[in-house]
């Protein structure tokens, strides 16, 4: 039986039998600019999937692989009928891969390029399955980044329906559905996938898209500073109120576009009933327009460059024929989000602390069992306890592993999640070892007792290079997009460190008093201040502070990042407090959970909170 090449021959395309990573290759689907798609099977199950390795140039890239899993495992967390479902992402031989369900639809670029222009009550039938899809996706901070015609599948014939793929997976976007801002990929938001569903819109309207050029600079120009080709140049039978909606999603600046990717739905279908709807509000004219993007442009001349190169030769859109294999039918909007509540109590032993959730597990420190313990995110049932030193922590699963902090022995516990937990490593670390957090190929830990964060080679489970100083008794850690950031709570501070190097990024950054937790999320570091009931808010790149604290319950512990919210456990007051971040505000009224709450997670499309007065964990519905 073929198996996986050497990795010094992991670019070598697979062949039909070959396996990786317990998945049989059946043959090559498509090849495009981040990897190559395979139709495949699971070896111990029956269903087809689509399998997509990624390329060498992104998988090598340490910002990729951080996005890859971050995307990667909140688009496992979520179900909806137009989204195409993350069955399993992770690593193998040195290579990223990513397991999705497979359908044999045919993407919208395929589909217009057959059979031309479409009929305007289908086109807008599919956008608005799409934007349904991308609503989902951004409750839960999951920007897609690169909407595009060859990443909207259709499938069916009787009853159509839109699939969505490769959400948040890819470096800057399609340049022919490229939003002005992402010539600064940070700059990604859900204004930029309305853009580009606008570009969708147009494209299935008339088979092009609004500002295709003839070479990638041309293109990235003509999105800073050009009109947008008119509809009805193209198609004069459209409503000029629909012209109008097209003409607002396109927009140069993000601010005069629809707020939402269902708000762009809904002007479509209101567009195409003028005699029961207004037509679409103007676009506003704004002063200085030209300047600030002639500016832009200079600037975009360089990022032009970057962008060629990374597309090679070879970078044609990637046609991933990839969707849900449940029977196709008409999909209904999504419906308003439901207010959060705790849905369910599991009481785990006499205290939960650390938790995380990989797959439908979730992992759960007990520390006055001295235990590491596994729940079924299906059933809320305890599946699993096993030892796991004394006065274990903080806890962190992924890609089949699961580390957990060891305080009083100053070891960070390597354990196999499957079948059974059985631990395989203890590494000795700092003392009292408390936060762990991973970035894509490295665990770390912060040590209390000696001020310092620890690397470990996840691959070889092994301690890297010398521990890196930060600030005083840090006792949280969070890994993002800009590196690492430590809760250092004796002193009052947070500190950056680079993860690519282990260097420590300037000094450490006045925050509130004891600083409990830390976590990057919405291009900004969020530091839950248990001194003084406060949660202190960062900007990513610079660690300047934004706005004045924002006040929550009493003694907040940790903090995660979920359905387009901040969350906050209050350790005192025995609650979880929501932020919005676009308004930097508390959202609603805080949610009550077990006694003494420290640890929370988001998995399973749940938020799961650890209570350390009561044993308990607390699912809730977001």
């Known amino acids: 039986m073929a198996v996986w090449p050497a990795q010094d021959e992991y670019e070598r395309e697979l062949a039909a039998g070959a396996t990786f990573a317990g998945y049989r290759i059946a043959g090559v689907v498509a090849r495009g600019a981040t990897g190559v798609l395979y139709r495949a099977t699971r070896d111990a199950l029956a269903w087809p999937v689509a399998l997509k390795l990624i390329g060498a140039p992104l998988a090598e890239d340490e910002a990729f692989r951080d996005r890859f899993e971050c995307a990667s495992r909140l688009a496992a967390s979520l179900r909806h009928p137009n989204l195409v479902h993350v069955h399993d992402f992770g690593e193998r031989h040195g290579r990223l891969f990513l397991a999705t369900r497979y359908v044999a639809g045919t993407d919208l670029g395929r589909l217009v390029a057959r059979d031309g222009p479409m009929r305007f009550e289908r086109a807008a039938r599919l956008i608005g399955q799409v934007a349904s899809a991308l609503d989902a996706a951004h409750r839960c901070g999951l920007i897609h980044r690169d909407v595009k015609p060859a990443h909207v599948l259709v499938a069916g014939e009787l009853h159509e329906r839109a699939v969505l793929t490769d959400a948040g997976l890819s470096g800057l976007g399609a340049l022919d559905c490229l939003a002005p801002e992402l010539v600064d990929p940070a700059q990604a938001g859900v204004r930029s996938d309305v853009y580009a569903l606008g570009c969708v819109l147009f494209f299935a309207l008339t088979g092009r898209t609004p500002l295709a050029r003839d070479t990638h600079l041309a293109t990235i120009v003509a999105h800073l500073a050009e009109p947008p080709s008119a509809l009805r140049a193209r198609r004069p039978d459209a409503p000029a109120a629909l012209e109008e909606v097209i003409a607002r999603a396109l927009s140069k600046d993000p601010g005069d576009r629809p707020a939402s990717a269902g708000a762009f739905a809904a002007a479509i279908d209101a567009a195409l009933r003028p005699t029961t709807a207004p037509a679409a509000r103007p676009i506003p004219r704004r002063r200085g327009r030209r300047l600030r993007i002639g500016v832009t442009v200079a600037t975009a001349i360089a990022a032009a460059a970057a962008v060629v190169v990374s597309l090679g030769t070879g970078g044609g859109a990637d046609r991933a024929r990839v969707a849900a294999p449940e029977p196709a039918v008409p999909a209904p909007r999504a419906p308003a989000p439901r207010a959060p509540a705790a849905i369910a109590t599991i009481h785990i032993g006499k205290a939960a602390d650390g938790i995380a959730a990989a797959g439908d597990d979730v992992w759960v420190a007990a520390p006055r069992d001295n235990a590491l313990i596994r729940i079924d995110a299906r059933t809320n049932r305890i599946t699993a306890r096993v030892p796991a030193g004394t006065d274990p922590d903080s806890v962190v699963a992924a890609r089949g592993a699961v580390w957990v902090s060891s305080r009083a022995t100053g070891r960070l516990l390597l ?178 959970v077990g006694r003494q709450p420290v640890g929370i997670a988001f998995g399973a499309g749940h938020l799961w909170v650890a209570s350390l007065g009561d044993g308990t964990v607390t699912k809730i519905r977001p």
Request: hydrophobic residues 35%.
């Open 415 to 592: 354990f196999r999640a499957r079948p059974r937990p059985v631990q395989v490593r203890a590494l000795p670390v700092g003392a009292k070892p408390e936060g762990v957090g991973l970035s894509d190929r490295r665990a770390w830990v912060v040590s209390a007792a000696d001020d310092t964060v620890t690397r470990v080679n996840r691959r070889a489970g092994t301690v890297t290079g010398t521990p890196t100083p930060v600030g005083g008794q840090p006792i949280d850690i969070s890994i993002g997009p800009t590196g690492v950031w430590t809760a250092n709570s004796d002193d009052g501070t947070v500190s950056h460190v680079d993860a690519a190097t282990g260097r420590r990024i300037g000094g450490p950054i006045r925050v509130g008093r004891e600083p409990k937790g830390v976590t990057e999320g919405f291009g900004s570091v969020w530091v839950a201040n248990g001194g003084d009931d406060t949660v202190s808010r960062l900007e990513a790149r610079t660690g300047r502070a934004i706005g004045e604290p924002i006040r929550v319950g009493d003694q907040p512990s940790k903090l995660t990042v979920a359905a387009g919210l901040v969350w906050v456990t209050n350790f005192g007051s025995a609650t979880v407090t929501r932020i919005d971040p676009r308004t930097g505000r508390v959202a609603g009224a805080p949610l009550r």
